[in-house]
């Protein structure tokens, strides 16, 4: 059985739990792909700190030159979070014939363009399938089985940590503070939710999105963007009252007039699929 050899760069949130998956389903991977996967290396910021029991037999390191140079690897997994050092990183790597996987949404909505004709150019591949809606396949299928088809609208709930501030404002009567203050509890949120409120997170799946089904790469700024952090549990309650939900979506609409993209809080009827997606979870809705 081919073995293949991965080093991965990050073991946070994300990292941890690709260490974990490959090791708990390493019988039904082998049963599905005849391949073998092995964890080389993980290089990370702090040797010091304390790391799940399930990664202490994971050798660590601090310098990406490391798995750059070892030849015997096959994959990079860029799982390290940030733009200009992720970039950089995932550049050397495609240029030292890599393959590289990441789940980095900023980067691949701003670079992704540019770094895969690197990997083009390299004759490797880079894949970012978990930068949208990590446990929904929807970029393969849209570069794949939508090929030859229109797509119409792409609306989606992208960003798992205000779906679940929302629904804890609709099911359990809580404040948008207390619901933020809950997502954190539960470490949904991080300590400066910025980037998830506002849009800003939802935006760079939704601009990544757009490229696969519209092929059309979009800068942030021309998605019109409205967090929920102005939301009062009295909008909830009134949408609720009416019918609906309200979800923050993110919509990428073709019109007479072109592709209308917008990330804002929108009312859905309680009868639609998306309406019913509670807490962290995620939805894509496709028209083609
Ligand atoms: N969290 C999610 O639910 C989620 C979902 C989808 C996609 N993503 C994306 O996945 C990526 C990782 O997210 P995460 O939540 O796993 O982040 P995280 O928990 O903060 O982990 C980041 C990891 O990267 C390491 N690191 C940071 N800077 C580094 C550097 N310069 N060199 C080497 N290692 C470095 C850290 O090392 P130490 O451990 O030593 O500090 C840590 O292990 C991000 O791009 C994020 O947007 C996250």
Redesign the pocket.
């Known amino acids: 059985m081919k073995n293949v050899r991965i080093g991965i760069?990050?073991?946070?949130?994300?990292?941890?739990?690709v260490v974990r998956i490959l090791k708990e389903q390493q019988a039904l991977i082998a049963q599905q792909t005849g391949l073998s996967f092995e964890i080389v290396k993980?290089?990370?910021?702090?040797?010091d700190?304390e790391?799940a029991s399930y990664l202490k037999d994971v050798a660590l390191g601090?310098d990406?030159t490391q798995l750059l140079q070892d030849e015997s690897i096959d994959i990079i997994v860029?799982?390290?979070?940030?733009v200009a050092?992720?970039k950089d990183?995932i550049e050397q790597a495609l240029a030292a014939h890599k393959n590289v996987v990441?789940?980095?949404?900023?980067?691949i909505a701003q670079y992704g363009q540019e770094l895969a004709e690197l990997a083009m150019a390299n004759n490797v591949a880079l894949r970012y399938e978990?930068?949208v809606a990590?446990g929904i396949p929807i970029l393969q299928i849209l570069r794949t089985a939508y090929k030859a088809d229109q797509v119409h609208t792409i609306a989606g709930i992208l960003n798992?940590t205000t779906n679940f501030i929302l629904t804890q404002m609709d099911e359990q009567g809580l404040t948008y503070d207390q619901a933020l203050k809950a997502a954190k509890e539960k470490g949904f949120a991080e300590s400066d939710p910025t980037n998830d409120v506002d849009g800003f997170?939802a935006a760079y799946k939704l601009a990544i999105l757009t490229k696969m089904a519209f092929g059309l790469s979009v800068p942030q700024s021309a998605i019109d963007i409205t967090g929920i952090r102005e939301l009062a549990i009295d909008d909830v309650k009134a949408a609720r009252a009416a019918g609906y939900e309200l979800k923050l979506i993110g919509l990428s609409d073709l019109t007479d007039e072109g592709l209308r993209l917008a990330v804002a809080p929108m009312v859905v009827h309680e009868n639609q699929p998306i309406a019913q997606i509670r807490n962290e979870h995620n939805a894509v809705l496709v028209k083609s």
């Open positions: 760069v990050g073991l946070g949130t994300v990292g941890s739990g993980a290089i990370i910021a702090n040797p700190r790391r601090t990406i860029e799982v390290m979070g940030s050092a992720a990183l990441t789940a980095n949404k900023d980067l978990a930068s990590g798992g997170d």
